[in-house]
């Protein structure tokens, strides 16, 4: 019998990621940010600074939720 433990974030640092990022990735604005109420558009559009699952709006998957902890159980015959 084989037992694993896997720990992900295990001391709950902040995982930051680009805050000028539109709420989706799926949105058809670019990334900018406001300057005396104009949008100042990034030259090469979006700018991604985040992980796909933090762009798509659920940061508990992947690399932008908080701590997770995996176990597992193997048996071998």
Known sequence: ???RAEFFN???HPNFANPFLPLFLADP????FAIAGN???GVRGYQIGATGDVGIGNPFL???GPR?????AK???
């Open 10 to 12: 295990l001391l709950n």
């Open 62 to 64: 992947g690399g932008g």
């Open 1 to 3: 019998m084989q037992l």
């Open 68 to 72: 997770g902890i995996q176990l597992a």
């Open 75 to 77: 048996f071998t015959f």
């Open 29 to 32: 604005g670019q990334n900018g």
């Open 39 to 41: 949008r100042e558009v």
